[in-house]
């Protein structure tokens, strides 16, 4: 873009050295804990003097950071298993009606991602209440779902604008049902997007904390609920060694979703 | 005749229409159960006592308490403050990414992106370690003589601040890079051909034209960071509460619903004025350029 500059070295060197900076800025605090991660020590040296895994022992070997991840693990598949379907079909719905029909409801499906978490969560707290839900499993499931079909939602839309409807037309037209038609048709074309918009799903539940912290509780408590106590409390190195699993999970997860869609 | 005119094809087209509309049915349903149905409830509860009765109370309660203003204004003391750093290290960033080449910028801004992919915690915990008393950053500036006591960088309005955009700034990043990577280059070439300095280039050509993706940018980090809960919560160290931690609070230590609602109603309407403020400006700018062309 500034090519047209090429004798303005001084500016160049100025504008990617603060640039380099601000990247560093956004990397360290997600690297920085990966060393910490295996210290042996109580204590957070950097760097650390002796290395181990017992922070990894730490958490596997808890019974309650078990618990959470078990939950925060069935979570987020639930998760995934209820929201991409009601985002797929929705998706279908939005494509084949365009216009302001398809702008309304893209609103409604958009609104849980743009009200600030904080409000969701005592909304659907004082709801649950009421019906006698806190703490259940189903109530953080609910609240998971709406935030995940949005996240669904964008991968799905443009891989259906993509996609050739004379298929189904010629489907239909040979006495196929709707319900066969999107079974035998749009979703095994469809598959790359589906799986990830599947992992999207998962990862947005994985992640979730707010409604965790005022819904979820007890037994059902999930991982990031039970990190954000322990970070308000002490800092404790067994979420360096979480927090490592979790970046690389992600990573692993995202570079899958990144190749996949490539080939 | 017509395809519309007939009319079996219209009830068929019609029919079509309420069958594509249904297929949205159970995702409409569970939004309105989970999310629009909870919103109406905090309406209904800012209006209830304790045991239930009707009361305008909480408003009373909640408008007359001096904690209410200090938490609106460290709730836009927070938002324009992370909205100001990002503007500062987002768009020098976003120009050195779209005058890169296309490979190395996106390899770079995978990097970029990577902590919004990273959890929330993850990133606060990474904060506390780096910014503690005895944290990484201390560390370095006492060893290089900078400071002879280490700096209160957490715990207080400074960390909050620091972890918020840190969360912000990708989120800012991608409509202000997608803006400058659709500059026409030759706009900047014309104006290098006719003598302008970069410095010119920047300010005349560059900055007006990703103008869009800087409001964009700016539109999400207020709708963000307006409703912030974790990182003041962690990184704030009890000194830091904006409205968030004030219904938090009320909610939890106090018990006390309706005025938890009330202020989650306070801060439900400063975002739509904060929303209708941006809209109007988006007017105003646009009707500019109109007069801008007709002059």
């Known amino acids: 873009m500034l090519e047209a500059y090429p004798d303005n070295r001084l500016a160049r060197v100025l504008l990617w050295g603060f640039s380099a900076l601000v990247m560093a800025f956004l990397i360290l605090p997600t690297l920085v804990v990966v060393p910490l991660s295996f210290s042996a020590s109580d204590l957070l040296e950097f760097p650390p003097r002796a290395y181990s895994l017992r922070w990894y022992e730490n958490f596997f070997g808890s019974a309650t950071w078990m618990a959470a991840l078990r939950t925060s693990l069935i979570l987020g598949t639930l998760t995934a298993a209820v929201a991409v379907p009601l985002a797929l079909l929705s998706c279908i719905s939005m494509n084949r009606l365009g216009g302001k029909a398809a702008a309304t ?73 709707w319900a066969r038609a999107i079974g035998g048709i749009i979703v095994p074309q469809l598959q790359i997007s589906l799986l990830s918009a599947t992992l999207m799903a998962f990862l947005t539940s994985l992640d979730e904390s707010v409604i965790s912290i005022f819904v979820a509780s007890g037994r059902n408590s999930t991982l990031p609920k039970l990190m954000f106590l322990s970070l308000r409390d002490q800092i404790d190195p067994t979420i360096a060694a979480i927090s490592t699993l979790w970046t690389a999970i992600v990573v692993a997860v995202i570079l899958i979703v990144t190749l996949r869609q490539k080939s | ?110 990097f970029v992106m990577l902590p919004l992919w990273t959890s929330i915690l993850v990133r606060t915990y990474g904060w506390l370690v780096l910014l503690r008393r005895d944290g990484l950053i201390n560390a370095a500036l006492t060893a290089l003589g900078l400071t002879a006591e280490p700096l209160p960088l957490v715990y207080n309005f400074t960390g909050t601040l620091i972890g918020m955009v840190h969360y912000m700034l990708p989120l800012f990043l991608l409509p202000v890079y997608a803006a400058m990577r659709d500059i026409d280059t030759n706009l900047i070439r014309a104006a290098a051909s006719m003598g302008a300095t970069l410095g010119q280039v920047i300010r005349t050509v560059i900055l007006p034209l990703s103008a869009g993706g800087i409001f964009s940018g700016s539109i999400i980090v207020f709708i963000y960071t307006i409703g912030f809960f974790i990182t003041p919560a962690v990184l704030g160290g009890g000194k830091v509460n904006p409205l968030a931690i004030r219904i938090e609070r009320t909610l939890s230590t106090f018990q006390d619903w309706g005025s938890a609602s009330v202020l989650g109603i306070l801060l439900l309407v400063l975002m739509a004025l904060i929303a209708v403020m941006f809209l109007t400006a988006r007017r105003l700018m646009a009707y500019n350029k109109m007069g801008a062309a007709h002059a």
């Open chain 1, 105 to 177: 409801i893209q609103g409604v499906l958009l609104t849980p991602s743009i009200v600030p978490g904080i409000l969701l969560a005592i909304g659907l707290f004082f709801v649950l209440a009421a019906q006698g839900l806190v703490g259940t499993l189903f109530g953080v499931l609910v609240g998971h779902v709406v935030l995940a079909i949005p996240v669904a939602c964008i991968v799905l839309l443009p891989a259906l604008a993509r996609f050739d409807w004379n298929q189904v037309q010629a489907a239909r037209s040979l006495g196929a049902n």
């Open chain 2, 1 to 110: 005749m017509t395809i519309a005119a007939d009319p079996v094809l219209a009830a068929d087209g019609r029919r079509e229409r309420r069958f594509f509309l249904s297929l949205s049915l159970p995702a409409l349903c569970i939004v309105g159960l989970a999310a629009i149905l909870p919103l109406l409830w905090i309406i209904r509860q800012s209006f209830l006592t304790t045991a239930g009765e009707y009361t305008v109370g909480n408003y009373d309660k909640v408008l007359s308490s001096g904690l209410t203003w200090s938490a609106l204004a460290a709730t836009l003391e927070l938002s324009l403050g992370t909205l100001v750093v990002c503007i500062l290290l987002g768009t020098p960033l976003a120009l050195a990414l779209a005058s890169a080449r296309p490979r190395v910028a996106n390899v770079l801004m995978a």
